[in-house]
Nanobody, 125 residues
Framework: VQLQASGGGQVQAGGSLRLSCAASGRSITRASMGWFRQAPGKEREFVGGINWSGGSINYADSVKGRFTISRDTAKNTVYLQMNSLKPEDTAVYYC???????????????????WGQGTEVTVSS
């Protein structure tokens, strides 16, 4: 599976961005998809994930209520809608795929077998 993340950019605090993660080479229909981010000088952290069916979506506390994950099976794409952005959301965002029909997307990066290249998000105050 090849994952291509896109949609990053620069935005002012309070603004919105929508990131996309397009998969190719293999369907992600039966995979959990996760979004992670890594800020400069910090470790990669879990942002949120959606399980294979879309029936379970979980978020990190820091983004809960502001970010929304969705998936379009027909387009083999997962989205991360980010609203009310804060400067502390500045990071490189990565999407990742965890093949398997699990009930819940894992928050641990070790579970994910495939990673996109990352897309940079900069939020200015």
């Amino acid at each position: 599976v090849q994952l291509q993340a896109s949609g990053g950019g620069q935005v002012q605090a309070g603004g919105s961005l929508r990131l996309s993660c397009a998969a190719s080479g293999r369907s992600i229909t039966r995979a959990s998809m996760g979004w992670f981010r890594q800020a400069p000088g910090k470790e990669r952290e879990f942002v949120g994930g959606i399980n294979w069916s879309g029936g379970s979506i979980n978020y990190a506390d820091s983004v809960k209520g502001r970010f929304t994950i969705s998936r379009d099976t027909a387009k083999n794409t997962v989205y991360l809608q980010m609203n009310s952005l804060k400067p502390e959301d500045t990071a490189v965002y990565y999407c990742a795929a965890d093949p398997g029909t699990y009930s819940r997307a894992s928050s641990g990066s070790d579970w994910y077998d495939y990673w996109g290249q990352g897309t940079e998000v900069t939020v200015s105050s």
